[in-house]
């Protein structure tokens, strides 16, 4: 009898991890999921809209409820010492201007005059960009295959902004949306090399808390013009539902599941979210906003994203 319960013991026990590795590999693929989709939102946000609720107000109270959505936790880690603030006030302020003011209202301005596929393809091309910035300041070293990778994104990054007429890329209404998510994924590399070098010991919510509330800091002079040349396009029951959603959805949620993925499975596995950013803006598009993804831009999403795949490899 206790020979037999033991073996009908080992027998639960040797299952269970099995059990367990299941239930892990469905809760991270369902992570990624979240997080890219969450991500992809604020592309579809800034098409949706497209003007119609103006940009820098919808910039300065989303980065402001993220803001204070982690404020406690920026709060404790200021007062544990973890982040001083006098030695970092500079570098917090240049990280949120790149990485929350250039990625909240020309975005947002963008979103009227190109497609949220061509938005999440053009941020797409962020890891490439850090790379070079890398090797250009000898940060890092680019390896022929990184080489390849790159010449890869560009090329489906032009593709996509040109829609094959080469001849467009020097044409002012190209410019117009595409060029200011060009300047938004400069904006937004620039952060990604400099976050890493703010407050080096507190966590990474923490940190997004205090360059959030510069982000917000640097919208509000363009979002108070707005508020007083443009009032009833500000305040409005329309434009609150936005401010709350891009705050929570692709803020809170977005950051706080990108925070949990890397805290899990490290910022190696957790970069994959970049491949399926585009997928899920791709997705979110045909299905919300009735724009289906072009020939031009698989082909140039493929590039871009095998580009980005190389380009990550040693």
């Given at each position: 009898?206790?020979?037999?319960?033991?073996?009908?013991?080992?027998?639960?026990?040797?299952?269970?991890?099995?059990?367990?590795?299941?239930?892990?590999?469905?809760?991270?693929?369902?992570?990624?999921?979240?997080?890219?989709?969450?991500?992809?939102?604020?592309?579809?946000?800034?098409?949706?809209?497209?003007?119609?609720?103006?940009?820098?107000?919808?910039?300065?109270?989303?980065?402001?409820?993220?803001?204070?959505?982690?404020?406690?936790?920026?709060?404790?880690?200021?007062?544990?010492?973890?982040?001083?603030?006098?030695?970092?006030?500079?570098?917090?302020?240049?990280?949120?201007?790149?990485?929350?003011?250039?990625?909240?209202?020309?975005?947002?301005?963008?979103?009227?005059?190109?497609?949220?596929?061509?938005?999440?393809?053009?941020?797409?091309?962020?890891?490439?960009?850090?790379?070079?910035?890398?090797?250009?300041?000898?940060?890092?070293?680019?390896?022929?295959?990184?080489?390849?990778?790159?010449?890869?994104?560009?090329?489906?990054?032009?593709?996509?902004?040109?829609?094959?007429?080469?001849?467009?890329?020097?044409?002012?209404?190209?410019?117009?949306?595409?060029?200011?998510?060009?300047?938004?994924?400069?904006?937004?590399?620039?952060?990604?090399?400099?976050?890493?070098?703010?407050?080096?010991?507190?966590?990474?919510?923490?940190?997004?808390?205090?360059?959030a509330a510069a982000g917000a800091l640097c919208s509000l002079?363009?979002?108070?013009?707005?508020?007083?040349?443009?009032?009833?396009?500000?305040?409005?029951?329309?434009?609150?539902?936005?401010?709350?959603?891009?705050?929570?959805?692709?803020?809170?949620?977005?950051?706080?599941?990108?925070?949990?993925?890397?805290?899990?499975?490290?910022?190696?596995?957790?970069?994959?979210?970049?491949?399926?950013?585009?997928?899920?803006?791709?997705?979110?598009?045909?299905?919300?906003?009735?724009?289906?993804?072009?020939?031009?831009?698989?082909?140039?999403?493929?590039?871009?994203?095998?580009?980005?795949?190389?380009?990550?490899?040693?």
């Amino acid at each position: 009898m206790s020979s037999a319960a033991s073996g009908s013991d080992q027998s639960v026990t040797a299952a269970t991890p099995s059990t367990l590795d299941r239930w892990s590999g469905t809760i991270a693929l369902a992570g990624f999921i979240l997080v890219a989709t969450a991500q992809a939102s604020n592309q579809i946000l800034a098409r949706g809209l497209a003007g119609s609720v103006p940009p820098f107000s919808l910039a300065f109270f989303r980065w402001g409820i993220i803001a204070v959505g982690l404020a406690p936790l920026a709060f404790a880690e200021i007062r544990d010492g973890r982040i001083p603030l006098a030695k970092n006030l500079w570098l917090i302020l240049a990280a949120g201007c790149m990485g929350m003011f250039l990625c909240g209202g020309p975005v947002y301005i963008a979103g009227a005059h190109t497609s949220a596929i061509h938005i999440a393809l053009i941020m797409g091309l962020s890891p490439i960009t850090v790379l070079l910035i890398s090797a250009a300041l000898r940060i890092e070293h680019i390896g022929p295959l990184q080489w390849l990778g790159t010449a890869l994104a560009l090329a489906g990054a032009l593709l996509i902004i040109s829609g094959g007429r080469w001849q467009a890329l020097f044409e002012l209404e190209a410019a117009s949306g595409d060029g200011l998510v060009v300047i938004a994924m400069l904006g937004w590399s620039g952060y990604t090399l400099l976050q890493w070098r703010v407050a080096t010991g507190a966590s990474l919510l923490a940190r997004i808390s205090l360059f959030a509330a510069a982000g917000a800091l640097c919208s509000l002079p363009p979002a108070i013009w707005e508020m007083v040349s443009r009032p009833a396009d500000v305040f409005n029951a329309k434009a609150f539902a936005s401010y709350v959603f891009s705050g929570i959805v692709p803020g809170l949620i977005a950051y706080g599941g990108f925070a949990w993925l890397a805290g899990r499975y490290g910022s190696v596995r957790t970069s994959l979210v970049l491949y399926l950013g585009p997928v899920a803006s791709a997705l979110l598009s045909f299905a919300i906003l009735g724009e289906p993804p072009t020939l031009m831009h698989l082909v140039g999403g493929l590039l871009i994203l095998g580009g980005v795949w190389a380009s990550l490899r040693k």
